[in-house]
């Protein structure tokens, strides 16, 4: 059974708006959770992570917001730009787990 | 530059074939891993390997063999493959266990 769910599986928005990307997660032992970014032909790279004590986490024009409750986290991208193009997967572990569980990706499109 | 590579970046084979997967790292990291992306679907961890010793195995067939010769090395040799393990083959490896995976470029294999 899948333990991280990204139900999108692409998203297209104009340059200059806001792209959010969304996950949902069924294990609440999950505390600490990642995104990355993946260019076609590249492995996907590390952006932003968030652990559960927090329910925000910003680095520059990519923040990282976690609701517990609803099991469910999003990453905003604002402002959008063509170079962010990408396939974004989300990932979830806890302290104890020793892995991290992804979810099957969201591929953004950024229209000039 | 990620600071884990790996070769062959492509590679097509034949069913009765035998290839191996060649992974490197140069982080000083602890912990590698063997991840296969197929279309449309969430990342597959396939091995873990902390210190050089297997730690994991997640139900791979045995035509996945992998081996971890030193901490900055990792193989999957592969034989007797069918057509539905042609997917992206990603490496990766993190400082220990609990830490977001470095990945490296991947190798897209297609399986005739």
Redesign the interface.
């Known amino acids: 059974d899948?333990q991280?769910k990204q139900n999108s599986?692409s998203l297209s928005v104009q340059e200059g708006r806001i792209s959010i990307l969304n996950c949902d997660y069924t294990n609440s032992m999950f505390d600490?959770f990642?995104w990355?970014k993946k260019y076609p032909?590249?492995?996907?790279?590390?952006l932003i992570?968030i652990s559960s004590i927090k329910d925000k986490n910003e680095d520059g024009r990519f923040t990282v917001f976690l609701n517990k409750s609803a099991k469910h986290l999003s990453l905003h991208i604002v402002p959008s730009q063509p170079g962010d193009s990408a396939v974004y997967?989300c990932?979830a572990?806890a302290?104890n787990f020793?892995?991290?569980?992804?979810?099957?990706?969201t591929k953004l499109n950024v229209k000039p | 530059e990620t600071g884990v590579t790996q070769t062959p970046r492509h590679l097509v084979m034949g069913m009765t074939n035998k290839k191996s997967l060649k992974c490197e790292q140069h982080l000083g990291h602890n912990a590698m891993y063997w991840y296969k992306q197929s279309a449309k679907k969430p990342l597959e961890l396939m091995f873990v390997y902390s210190l050089e010793e297997r730690v994991e195995n997640n139900s791979v067939p045995s035509r996945f063999s992998p081996e971890c010769p030193n901490s900055s090395h990792l193989f999957l040799h592969l034989h007797t493959l069918q057509p539905e393990d042609s997917a992206l083959y990603l490496c990766a490896s993190s400082q220990d266990r609990s830490g977001p995976p470095n990945f490296g470029p991947g190798t897209r294999l297609t399986v005739l």
Do not use: I
């Not at chain 1, 032909?41 to 590390?46: I, L, Q, R, W, Y």
């Not at chain 1, 020793?98 to 990706?105: E, I, V």
């Open positions: 899948q991280v599986p600490y990642l990355y032909a590249e492995g996907p790279t590390f992570s997967f990932a572990s302290w020793n892995k991290f569980y992804f979810g099957s990706g």
